[in-house]
């Protein structure tokens, strides 16, 4: 017995079995949590549909999150399944790998717009599809941000925007959902190995210099950010909204490196 047992939800996002958003739906379904998916594109649906398999789960819905009819497709699919959902665990940015290098200046207007069009506005897009399905019984949506929003991480560039952008969205959601019983919150994990992390210039060294440098010694793992998601999405977490809540092993309180690294 889990303490999700009869909860069900949407994961957006997974890439591969190494991506956060598989991390958060392997603990949630270890806590017996029932699962549907999205991807994009026909190379993400290869690797996602082995993944979903293994855990038992058989809706899959292709998306993409600049598409209206995708969108609604999806979840007019997961209303025919379910008559509600109980949480959506948004894992979906993007940003062109050739301006996560140099300088956020150079940074140009199409990117941009495009950087927040997915990675920002998404949020909103699927919190508005998937409110109908929580309104009666509430529900618990989540996000997944980084420290590059509120202070300069090399060549995180546009994307720091992006996710100041998400994280305020959340606050706002969280306002405007909480007397649906609706809970909004965003996980930050620290620097991390997977597909998304390694398109950010530099990204070897910022895992490094991180894992030196937080308190504990270490970054996140993928069950840790898994076991933030099954506490936010639990009873344990239904008082809790609005959060930014950071998994990076301290590494966010500290003002200078280390001692023994200066």
Partial sequence: ??????????????????????????????Q???????????????????????IGSKLIFEVDVTDDVTLDKCFDGLSKKWDNIDFL?????????????????????????????????SFIEVAR??????????GCLISLTFQGSNRVSPFYNVMGVAKAGLESATRYLAA?????????????PGPMR???GAAVGGARNTYKFTERNSPLGSNASLEAVGGTAVYLISD???FTSGEIIVVDGGYHIMGMPRAENI
Wanted: net charge positive; charged share 25%.
């Fill in 89 to 121: 665990v948004h894992a979906i940015a993007y940003s062109e790998k050739s301006e996560l290098t140099g300088r956020f200046l150079d940074t140009s207007r199409k990117n941009f717009l495009n950087t927040l069009n997915i990675s920002t506005y």
């Fill in 176 to 188: 405007d959902l909480g007397p649906d019983n609706i809970r909004v919150n965003a996980i930050s």
């Fill in 1 to 30: 017995m889990g303490i999700l047992n009869n909860k069900k939800g949407l994961i957006m996002g997974v890439a591969n079995e190494r991506s956060i958003a598989w991390g958060i739906a392997k603990a949630l379904s270890d």
């Fill in 236 to 238: 344990s977490g239904k």
């Fill in 32 to 54: 017996g949590a029932e699962l549907a998916f999205s991807y994009q594109g026909e190379q993400f649906g290869r690797r996602l549909k082995p993944l979903a398999d293994s």
């Fill in 194 to 196: 997977t597909l998304a």
């Fill in 129 to 138: 599809r998937a409110h109908p399905l929580m309104k009666d019984k509430g």
